[in-house]
């Protein structure tokens, strides 16, 4: 992008003698300055056709032969002969498409970078491209995804002070996967904005059903601020309001290297913080010999469910626990509202892993022996009613085979849901204002038409 990052590679070795470097600048300043006098020529009204002309014709010869050279430079990084092997050369330009900031640019790099860089940048994945070009030499490379490489490159064309506006897919910030981005994204950052959005029942871009976050990066000097919103849910009739009623609260918890916790008010934050005081996790419970197992699902919009038997689901997954573990006290936990909220906090609110289970803080050894037996009667309980209020379904795969489902209505049992949060709530120390939070967090959707699991 500058002259800085031609003088060396990735690995320090010296690319440019200082004589070729100096060669490099002094051709790119007199693009430059013709490039100035054809803007200046724009506005002048006793300036010919036929100097605009030949001004014009100039510029881009003076740019065509800085950018030969600096291809020819790019190419060899890629292990071309540009000189003995003219045809691989030509091959490899036209697959590539070489762009050089510092030639393109000149005026703007010199000078810094741009100011403010906005974008949606393609969502796909590295795998999917990477027959087609290479991409090298990128902080970020073990994210797979050119949404990633666009914003580590937008951090390298922007100086101190500047603006970086982007639309990502929610997972940026939310995924192991994604560890390095957000870590370059606060090493380039003093003020990160994260507003995150759901794909249902509204969405941003009609047609895409990805959940979305509005990344708004202030470049300086790290001392990382960063604030997020919740996950927000909303009506298509109250998409003209959508944005004036944005939230940001200030995220200071790390746990969790891959993601950026969804808040949005101060009271969210403070809910967090009381579950990170507890150092157990659900994940220390996890183990045994198979005989102490939750069938759980990993689809489902606004519910998940974890039952005690099987389900007939594709997307069923045993949960297998230490036999020393009451899993009915798993169950309730992780069919909590609570839970439900932290997960869609952390994570990318639409496929449950392992990480969304075992990170929660809870280890049925840690709460006294009556809380406990209050959550396994409330885990039984909860098991009893959502099996009685199942529904039998038979899919059709290939025309062929048919496979019975269970179906649920998991919110008839919110009473037995929110019984269970109360426990949790004393248990974690919330203020009655946190557990209503809790107990009515997104009842609205969560309670509506479309809210059975499918």
């Given amino acids: 992008?500058?002259?800085?990052?031609?003088?060396?590679?990735?690995?320090?070795?010296?690319?440019?003698?200082?004589?070729?470097?100096?060669?490099?600048?002094?051709?790119?300043?007199?693009?430059?300055?013709?490039?100035?006098?054809?803007?200046?020529?724009?506005?002048?009204?006793?300036?010919?056709?036929?100097?605009?002309?030949?001004?014009?014709?100039?510029?881009?010869?003076?740019?065509?032969?800085?950018?030969?050279?600096?291809?020819?430079?790019?190419?060899?990084?890629?292990?071309?002969?540009t000189e003995t092997k003219p045809a691989e050369f030509q091959k490899w330009k036209s697959s590539h498409q070489p762009f050089h900031w510092f030639t393109e640019f000149y005026g703007?790099?010199?000078?810094?970078?741009?100011?403010?860089?906005?974008?949606?940048?393609?969502?796909?994945?590295?795998?999917?491209?990477?027959?087609?070009?290479?991409?090298?030499?990128?902080?970020?490379?073990?994210?797979?995804?050119l949404f990633a490489y666009l914003l580590e490159r937008s951090a390298r064309l922007t100086p101190d002070d500047s603006r970086i506006g982007m639309i990502v897919p929610l997972s940026a910030f939310s995924t192991d996967r994604m560890v390095t981005l957000i870590a370059e994204i606060k090493s380039h950052s003093s003020m990160c904005h994260?507003?995150?959005?759901?794909?249902?029942?509204?969405?941003?871009?009609?047609?895409?059903?990805?959940?979305?976050?509005?990344?708004?990066?202030?470049?300086?000097?790290?001392?990382?601020?960063?604030?997020?919103?919740?996950?927000?849910?909303?009506?298509?009739?109250?998409?003209?309001?959508?944005?004036?009623?944005?939230?940001?609260?200030?995220?200071?918890?790390?746990?969790?290297?891959?993601?950026?916790?969804?808040?949005?008010?101060?009271?969210?934050?403070?809910?967090?913080?009381?579950?990170?005081?507890?150092?157990?996790?659900i994940g220390e419970c996890i183990g045994g010999d198979g005989r102490n197992i939750v069938y759980y699902r990993r689809g489902g919009l606004y519910w998940k469910v974890f039952v005690d038997f099987k389900t007939g689901s594709s997307e069923e997954k045993l949960l297998s626990l230490k036999n020393t573990i009451d899993k009915y006290a798993i169950i309730a936990v992780l069919s909590s509202n609570l839970w439900f909220w932290y997960f869609t906090a952390t994570s990318d609110c639409r496929h449950l892993g392992n990480r969304d289970i075992s990170s929660f803080p809870f280890n049925p050894e840690d709460i006294p022996d009556g809380t406990h037996k209050e959550l396994c009667d409330l885990g039984r309980q909860f098991v009893k009613e959502i099996r009685a209020n199942a529904v039998e379904k038979v899919r059709i795969y290939d025309g062929k085979n048919a496979v019975e489902c269970l179906s649920f209505s998991v919110k008839r049992s919110k009473r037995v849901i929110d019984e269970i949060d109360r426990i949790l709530a004393e248990h974690y120390g919330f203020t009655p204002e946190e557990l209503d939070f809790i107990?009515?967090?997104?009842?609205?959707?969560?309670?509506?038409?479309?809210a059975e699991d499918g």
């Avoid at 690995?11 to 070729?20: D, I, M, Q, T, V």
């Avoid at 794909?199 to 990382?224: A, H, M, T, Y």
């Avoid at 107990?439 to 479309?450: L, S, V």
């Fill in 194 to 281: 994260i507003a995150n959005f759901g794909w249902r029942p509204g969405k941003l871009f009609d047609g895409v059903n990805l959940q979305l976050s509005i990344i708004l990066q202030q470049r300086e000097k790290p001392q990382p601020k960063v604030f997020s919103t919740r996950y927000i849910l909303w009506d298509s009739l109250g998409r003209s309001e959508l944005f004036s009623k944005v939230q940001y609260a200030q995220v200071t918890d790390d746990r969790l290297p891959g993601s950026v916790p969804k808040l949005g008010v101060l009271e969210v934050a403070s809910i967090l913080a009381k579950l990170r005081r507890r150092k157990s996790e």
């Fill in 1 to 81: 992008a500058t002259l800085e990052s031609l003088k060396k590679g990735q690995e320090g070795k010296l690319l440019f003698s200082a004589r070729e470097l100096a060669d490099i600048e002094r051709s790119a300043i007199g693009a430059a300055r013709i490039f100035t006098q054809f803007k200046e020529m724009q506005t002048q009204t006793a300036v010919g056709s036929e100097i605009i002309a030949k001004t014009k014709t100039a510029m881009r010869q003076a740019l065509a032969k800085l950018a030969d050279r600096l291809d020819r430079y790019l190419a060899g990084e890629y292990g071309i002969d």
């Fill in 439 to 450: 107990i009515n967090y997104d009842i609205k959707y969560r309670m509506g038409a479309e």
């Fill in 108 to 145: 703007v790099m010199s000078h810094g970078g741009f100011d403010v860089i906005i974008g949606n940048p393609p969502y796909v994945e590295y795998k999917d491209v990477c027959g087609q070009y290479a991409v090298r030499h990128f902080d970020t490379s073990d994210c797979k995804n």
